[in-house]
């Protein structure tokens, strides 16, 4: 029997795909990488592809989210991370994204360093079909008592997951 769904879902994925890529194409971009670091008041953040890390006693997959922070000295920076389900919404057929977490992180930098924080969250179970997953970023850096304003949310592209 044929997957109408995953068919569907694939045919807008295509759709969305030439509609990006004509759009790309008329104003010169060239494509992003896969790994983007957004800088702001001596704070460096990248946050990366989600990755399957193992299953659950469940079968389930979990899922590991994971940014690198780096900062100079005297930094405390302040992330709001969120974890989302992608999805593809038209004019004529409304579907948006499905949050999955919410958290902020807070670390501090006595002396210049580069730490690593991770999430690890079981995959959720929105659709038929694979999930894809991405990440999203925006922070704050305070020094010396003077806060920064915040970054743009910084996204990841999407990897997809098959649910078990
Ligand atoms: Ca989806
Ligand atoms: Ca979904």
Redesign the pocket.
Known sequence: MINTTAVS?ARRAAAVGAVLFTAAASVGLTAAPAEAATERAGCTVTPYVPEHLRHNTAGEKVIRYRVKVACDADRTVVIRWQGV????STWWNK?P??GHFSITRSRTFGSEGTRTLVYDKQLPD??S????MYQKVRFVVTSNGVESESTSWERTP?RSFRNG
């Not at 079909?129 to 894809?132: A, H, I, P, T, V």
């Open positions: 879902k389900e992608e999805d593809w579907d994204d499905d929105t659709e079909g694979s999930e894809e999407y």
